[in-house]
């Protein structure tokens, strides 16, 4: 299939795995460019010589394009920005935060840039300085999230700029895809459904909380602070919410969040650890390998739109 | 300027009643967010004609920081 994303990234199918942290690491990213999506690995908190062996590992299980995800928040991200640079990376996403200040180092170096946005106003503010796509996310999706969904913001966005959209939170599946053409995006960016997949490395406790979650299982904490998270819901998000609803204080919050995404990805803690993940987790089924998953969507999404093609209005 | 750069801020950020002051922060005092503040700006590029570079939105602390950047980039 080809879009304006596909050409721009070098990539055969417009699906691009969401740099989640500690989940987005270089087998699943591996996995989801050598199926023909584009992998990206996720710098998040990690030092810069880790995101530097993750890259060079990556890159020794495919010869096809890895992106990296930058937090821009992070103190270290000027140096995660330089091992990309000097690894070689072509495509960077970037969350949380402003990516102005490292354009034109990736720009001059030919990297890709497409920040995540989440209002037509900070679309239009990246268009300017020299992004090559943005990512719509709707609040939908896993993690850190913004307000506006995913069906309102995306056509928003489309609207706005000129340059290509990916559409971001609530997509797991074909019928998901095929929505997301219909409203402007020429890719889309999927997290969830790809923490289960057979190449991703978190714990299998983790997994089963993704595939066993419900339509309402799907919790927002946070909201207090600014930085509202989404997760599955469990025993922490509660005491978390009770302790929200209580006036506590962030140090107070915050005690229970450090290192909670951790505890969930690395050590199977469902109790006391965050299992971040989007709205669509009730949709995520079962296991596969990412080119399952891929081939699965892009059939999928094809067998939909060429039967609504007969529709009339 | 002061004035102006209010009145953008009550509209544009459905704050119709709010007190701002010159030296009310964003974050601290107006509960004013990131996503807040790319709204603002864009709102400040239209009505006073100039380009504000996103690398120059971490400076925009306080209402009067605007204020004063506004002048030095000659708004009038």
């Not at chain 1, 072509?90 to 990516?99: D, I, L, M, R, S």
């Not at chain 1, 969904?149 to 559409?167: F, N």
């Not at chain 2, 009550?10 to 503040?37: G, P, Y």
Request: proline share 3%; charged share 25%; with cysteine.
């Amino acid at each position: 299939m080809k879009t304006r994303i596909t050409e721009l990234l070098g990539i055969e199918y417009p699906i691009i795995q969401g740099g989640m942290a500690w989940v987005a690491e270089h087998r699943l990213a591996a996995a989801v460019s050598e199926a023909g999506g584009l992998g990206i690995i996720g710098a998040a908190s990690a030092p810069a010589e880790v995101v530097r062996e993750e890259i060079r590992k990556a890159k020794k299980l495919t010869d096809k394009p890895v992106g990296v995800n930058i937090m821009l928040m992070n103190p270290n991200a000027p140096e995660v920005a330089k091992v990309i640079l000097e690894e070689g990376v072509k495509v960077v996403t970037t969350g949380a935060g402003n990516p102005a200040r490292f354009m034109k180092d990736f720009k001059d170096a030919g990297v890709k840039v497409i920040p995540v946005v989440a209002s037509v106003a900070m679309a239009k503010m990246m268009e300017r300085c020299g992004a090559d796509a943005v990512v719509a996310e709707g609040t939908e999706s896993g993690g850190h999230i913004g307000s506006a969904t995913t069906m309102c913001l995306v056509p928003q966005v489309a609207d706005a700029v000129g340059i290509p959209v990916v559409a971001a939170g609530g997509i797991g599946d074909g019928r998901g895809f095929a929505a997301a053409l219909m409203l402007g995006a020429e890719a889309v960016q999927m997290g969830t459904r790809f923490i289960v997949a057979k190449e991703s490395i978190v714990h299998q406790n983790y997994k089963d909380k993704v595939i066993k979650a419900k339509d309402i299982d799907s919790e927002v904490t946070g909201m207090s602070t600014g930085h509202p998270v989404r997760q599955i819901r469990n025993p922490m998000t509660r005491e978390y919410l009770r302790l929200e609803k209580e006036g506590a204080g962030l140090e107070e919050l915050e005690s229970l969040t450090l290192g909670a995404l951790r505890r969930a990805v690395m050590d199977g803690d469902t109790v006391n650890g965050t299992l971040m993940a989007g709205q669509i987790a009730g949709l995520v089924r079962k296991e596969q390998t990412c080119r399952e998953m891929i081939e699965e969507i892009m059939r999928e999404a094809q067998m939909l739109l060429e039967r609504k093609a007969d529709l009339r209005i | 300027m002061f004035e102006r750069v209010a009145a953008i801020i009550r509209e544009q950020l459905n704050m119709e009643n709010a007190d701002i002051k010159m030296q009310s922060s964003f974050k601290e005092d107006m509960n004013v967010d990131s996503l807040d503040l790319f709204e603002l700006v864009m709102a400040l590029e239209e009505e006073f004609d100039i380009e504000i570079p996103s690398q120059d939105l971490e400076q925009l602390i306080t209402v009067g920081a605007v204020v004063e950047y506004l002048k030095n980039k000659g708004a009038e």
